[in-house]
């Protein structure tokens, strides 16, 4: 990626990835309260207290970017689909973080 060529598409797909994640955790946390019979404030509480839970939590929240990147990759906008990959890698070190620390 070269950043002469950067342009506000690149710039629009990295501000998406790094919003989607965190709008997309309440439903992951919603899901999986239905799916393991607790109530969604016990898994939220869970969720900001413990570093493992969060980790596996924006895990699955980031894996939203990748039905994003293919939906940009087959609409050809390939400048948002680098965006999003981008934000994504944004989520890496806090995930490694929370697992490792």
């Given at each position: 990626?070269?950043l002469?060529?950067?342009?506000r598409?690149?710039?629009?797909?990295?501000?998406?990835?790094?919003?989607?994640?965190?709008?997309?955790?309440?439903?992951?946390?919603?899901?999986?309260?239905?799916?393991?019979?607790?109530?969604?404030?016990?898994?939220?509480?869970?969720?900001?207290?413990?570093?493992?839970?969060?980790?596996?939590?924006?895990?699955?929240?980031?894996?939203?970017?990748?039905?994003?990147?293919?939906?940009?990759?087959?609409?050809?906008?390939?400048?948002?689909?680098?965006?999003?990959?981008?934000?994504?890698?944004?989520?890496?070190?806090?995930?490694?973080?929370?697992?490792?620390?």
């Open positions: 990626m070269n002469k060529n950067w342009n598409s690149h710039t629009l797909g990295l501000i998406i990835g790094i919003i989607l994640p965190i709008l997309i955790v309440p439903l992951v946390i919603l899901i999986l309260s239905w799916a393991q019979n607790f109530y969604y404030e016990q898994l939220w509480y869970r969720f900001m207290n413990n570093n493992s839970t969060m980790s596996k939590m924006l895990t699955l929240a980031v894996l939203a970017n990748l039905g994003l990147f293919y939906i940009y990759l087959n609409k050809e906008k390939y400048q948002f689909a680098m965006g999003v990959i981008l934000g994504t890698v944004c989520y890496l070190p806090l995930i490694v973080y929370f697992v490792f620390f």
